[in-house]
């Protein structure tokens, strides 16, 4: 007796020690009631002496079962546990049709259909119906339909005209119909039967002295309905359970079966378990403050037995990429700054949807970490993405026999299986590829030998109709892969045929395929700034051709490699460590030192199609106390399809924000102690992770700003990811900061329909270069003229910075010179031209110079123009002469400087002028050029001879117009 009760808390020793029939014991995350139910069932057996036999224990997943029956096993030992009625509820029903089924007309040796069975009972149906439905669609639909007490007969009876409800009502009807006559039960009708046995048969279940059911939430109505006939006979009922953390309204579950079974026995006792044991005492404050949003649940309070801890971060990102990349330098930081005692097994993503993983497991990925995914395929493994990209690889490379006969019949063409094996057999014993073959017939230059009837003809000819039409648009248009997904989904009636063929998860699948649509949109802007970069790294030879990757290939390469990405478990015979990718539902239960919840917008979660929101706060909910030391949750301003987003409403209400970090954290030794504590781990010394946090390129969360903007600095991110930094394509306004301290606005760029093409976007960021280089010049320009303009302080322009500001110490013999008038600036000037150097009667030895610039972030892939955007005429020296001091010349030697240009910009000519003497006290006002033209020459006022050679102005009129 006492070694049951060792290590319960007061409220764990009430539950279990209860005398009460009924007993609902409501258990918050990580409250131990695991621990207290199979207490519960070891002082029924020791205490109440109650036979274990008559116990029967309904878990929801084989896990449970095993794990629960391992416990009390210690408690009672080996021979008692095993006399048990342990099991799932599909368990339990199974147990008592196989000894009493022949009162309800089953065989003795009814056979029980797995899901591989259904869905080929299932799909032989469709088969002989032709009826377009998918059979594990179907099939699941089906399951739906029992789980809600819906028998075929009842359907077929409810049915609408609708077509496609009509063509399931069949399939359902017939689907039972063969499993009676092959004395088969399916999981489904396991329950269902089994409630029909104990509602005639009471007397089977007359020896029951106590149920005790765990999950309680998560019960459906048939699953209730068995509960209370298992127990019909005594009543004595436990059930453990949480309505905060019923999440699978979806699947039939019945959050009300609480408040039912209060009013079916009116005599329940309920017993709350408050100490949680799981989680840091901060995070369970910011859970706790979420989900007491719902005003309707009853009132409960989670108390925490470890520290305070890290406070949990809500993180405000650019776009959904960078939130992922974030992510991904998150795991990196931590890793190191706790000497990587955290290994990244103890990270774990949860996602609302599957579909929001693509840039998680990109990022992942080109950070070198391996991962795993739970409750969902990996992106690039999901049925319709892997169709789509087998249409781009016969796009661009037609003899991919292999991708080509998975999509000549999708969506059905009437182009069999057996046909398509055929024309392959044909096509390799004529030499040919697949496509040559095909291509042939549908032109009637080519006879097949293939026995093709009318309807397959057909389908091959709108086959390659879509395949030479949408070759076409790529070689017209190579880097518009965007356009070639919308032009390619439109002719196939992609939409269309994912309602029809996957009726249940259309929505969702659909929302893959415009996931693919998105990362079309960055590889298109991705690959043009990388073509140019590589062009201008590795330019060829003379006499040698440059080889062009097109962008679909590129996509297509980058798409494989990602998915090639490897699950392994085992590596040399040791476990391999990998983040876990997870939706939210499939982690309850689970927990992990470290979680991460991104894409926490309205429409994300709460979901856009979600009909509860409460249940959605309960999903979040769950989501956040599967955190044990620390918790980030982040949201992006613009989601993987490039619509702007708002912070999901659970997190806007009143005071949520005190509860949550802007940024990740600053871990100090002494919280690496704290942590190893509540992690019960061995605590790496101060040396061990002074060398690790040495090694990393940003020791604290600051790349990207709090606000949610794009970053100002444009610094390497990380190791291996990205070379250069994320560029807004999409951005929002935000502010360049240059070198010498002068900032300049920048507005967003308008977009049509969600993206804004390469060659815009790059046009645009040229323009918007070019004319800051240019008013910046020309203030410096003017800053040099010491003619007797005004002594007063010129009116800043709104936006930008001062002239003070450009130069770290101001001149001291130059003064404020009469702002150039508006036409005689300069149309543009090359990034990297660089102002005269300042000229002065100073020591030249003693002058300080500015640093150029370091060229922008966003014109590194920019690749110069080899000819001059407009022809024109060599400007003269007569005629830079005139246009700067109007019909007067004069000549006069100067300082001896060298302007290089790049050859992007129309250049005339060096000017070279010689040395200026040091002993002049002062030098006549400098005058900017005053001609359109962006290389003009310029000239400077008269002054007495010097040593200097003189130069004639008459220039290249001099040489004859030769340059």
Not at 748 to 773: C, H, W, Y
Not at 930 to 947: D, E, I, K, N, Y
């Amino acid at each position: 007796m006492d070694g049951i009760l060792t290590g319960l808390n007061t409220a764990q020793r009430t539950a279990v020690t209860s005398e009460a029939s009924v007993l609902q014991v409501l258990a918050p995350p990580g409250s131990g009631k695991t621990k207290t139910l199979t207490a519960r069932v070891a002082y029924f057996i020791a205490h109440r002496q109650l036979k274990p036999w008559n116990i029967i224990v309904c878990t929801f997943t084989v896990k449970a079962a095993r794990e629960m029956q391992e416990r009390i096993r210690g408690f009672v030992g080996d021979e008692v546990a095993k006399k048990l009625k342990i099991g799932t509820f599909h368990g339990i029903a199974l147990r008592y049709l196989r000894q009493y089924g022949k009162h309800v007309g089953l065989g003795d040796n009814f056979g029980v259909a797995d899901t591989t069975d259904s869905k080929a009972i299932v799909k032989r149906i469709i088969a002989q119906t032709q009826s377009e439905l998918d059979p594990a669609a179907a099939r699941s639909r089906i399951s739906t339909q029992k789980s809600k007490g819906v028998s075929a007969e009842q359907f077929a009876s409810i049915v609408s005209k609708n077509v496609e409800h009509r063509d399931f009502s069949q399939v359902f009807s017939l689907y039972q119909a063969q499993l009676l006559a092959c004395n088969l039960l399916d999981y489904d009708d396991l329950l269902l039967v089994c409630v029909e046995l104990l509602r005639s048969h009471p007397e089977c279940v007359a020896n029951v002295e106590a149920l005790l059911v765990d999950e309680f939430q998560d019960t459906n109505g048939v699953q209730y309905e068995l509960m209370s006939l298992l127990a019909q006979r005594r009543n004595v009922i436990t059930i453990v359970g949480d309505p905060d953390q019923s999440i699978y309204g979806w699947r039939s579950a019945e959050i009300k079966n609480l408040g039912r079974m209060k009013e079916q026995w009116s005599d329940t006792l309920t017993v709350n378990l408050e100490e949680n044991y799981r989680s840091s005492g901060a995070i369970l404050h910011a859970a706790q403050k979420i989900i007491e949003q719902d005003e309707s649940r009853p009132p409960k309070k989670l108390q925490a037995t470890h520290g305070i801890g890290q406070r949990p971060v809500l993180r405000k990102l650019p776009q959904a990429r960078h939130e992922a990349d974030w992510l991904t330098s998150e795991v990196k930081r931590m890793r190191a700054l706790t000497g990587n005692m955290l290994e990244l097994s103890d990270f774990a993503v949860l996602l609302r949807s599957a579909a929001l993983s693509r840039p998680i497991e990109t990022s992942l990925g080109a950070a070198g970490m391996p991962y795993r995914m739970i409750g969902g395929m990996k992106f690039y493994d999901r049925v319709e993405v892997k169709m789509l990209l087998d249409y781009l690889r016969v796009i661009d490379q037609p003899s991919h026999n292999e991708a080509l006969a998975r999509v000549i019949n999708v969506p059905s063409r009437k182009v069999g299986d057996k046909t398509v094996e055929g024309l392959q057999r044909e096509a390799s014993n004529k030499g040919l590829s697949l496509w040559t073959l095909i291509l042939g017939f549908a032109q009637g230059r080519t006879k097949v030998t293939t026995n093709l009837n009318a309807p397959a003809q057909r389908g091959i000819e709108q086959f390659v109709n879509v395949v030479l039409t949408l070759q076409r648009k790529l070689a017209a248009e190579p880097s518009g892969l965007y356009e070639l997904f919308a032009q390619l989904q439109k002719m196939i009636g992609l939409q269309d045929y994912l309602k029809t063929k996957y009726p249940d998860d259309h929505e969702t699948r659909w929302s893959n395929v415009e996931e693919l649509m998105a990362l079309a949109i960055d590889a298109q802007v991705q690959a043009s700034t990388e073509l140019d970069r590589e062009q201008e790294a590795h330019a060829p030879a003379y006499g040698e051709e440059a080889v062009e990757e097109s962008a679909l290939t590129a996509f297509l390469a980058n798409a494989a490699l990602a998915a090639s990405i490897d699950e392994k478990a085992v590596a040399d015979g040791e476990k391999v460590h990998q983040v876990t990718i997870s939706t939210i539902h499939a982690a309850k239960g689970l927990e992990w030192p470290v979680v991460f919840i991104p894409a926490c917008y309205e429409g994300s979660i709460p979901h856009s199609r979600a009909e509860d929101n409460d249940e959605e706060r309960r999903l979040l909910y769950v989501g956040m106390t599967r955190a044990q030391a620390m918790l980030y949750l982040s949201c992006p301003g613009k989601s993987t399809r490039q619509e702007d987003t708002t912070m999901s409403s659970f997190l806007e209400q009143p005071g949520v924000s005190s509860f949550f970090e802007e940024h990740g954290p600053s871990i100090s030794h002494a919280e690496v102690q704290s942590l190893a504590v509540t992690l019960r781990r061995e605590c790496p010394d101060v040396a061990a992770t002074a060398t690790t946090t040495a090694a990393l390129d940003l020791q604290e969360d600051n790349y990207w700003p709090l606000t949610g903007e794009m970053p100002f600095t444009e610094a390497p991110w990380q190791e291996g990811a990205h070379q250069n930094p994320a560029v807004p394509v999409f951005g929002n306004a935000r502010s360049a900061s240059w070198a010498n301290g002068v900032t300049h606005p920048s507005e967003p760029i308008a977009s049509g329909f969600g993206f804004t093409s390469v060659r815009d976007r790059f046009q645009n960021l040229m323009e918007e270069q070019e004319e800051k280089q240019s008013l910046k010049l020309d203030r410096l320009a003017s800053k040099h003229q010491g003619g007797q303009g005004p002594k007063g302080k010129k009116r800043q322009i709104e936006g930008q910075g001062s002239i003070a500001t450009f130069f770290e110490k101001k001149a001291k013999t130059v003064e404020d010179a009469q702002p150039v008038p508006e036409s005689e600036l300069p149309v543009s000037l090359p990034p990297h031209a660089r102002p005269l150097r300042d000229i002065s009667n100073l020591n030249p030895e003693s002058m300080q110079w500015n640093k150029p610039p370091d060229k922008p972030a966003s014109l590194l892939a920019h690749k110069p123009r080899t000819a001059p955007l407009h022809k024109r005429q060599p400007t003269t020296c007569e005629a830079v002469s005139r246009a700067t001091h109007g019909s007067e010349s004069r000549t006069s030697p100067t300082a001896e400087v060298s302007i290089d240009r790049p050859r992007a910009y129309h250049t005339d000519a060096d000017l070279r002028l010689a040395p200026a003497s040091t002993t002049s006290a002062a030098l006549p006002p400098f005058k900017p050029p005053a001609s359109l033209h962006t290389t003009s020459m310029q000239a400077v006022a008269a002054r007495g001879p010097t040593l200097g050679m003189r130069r004639s102005m008459q220039g290249w009129s001099a040489r004859g117009g030769k340059r």
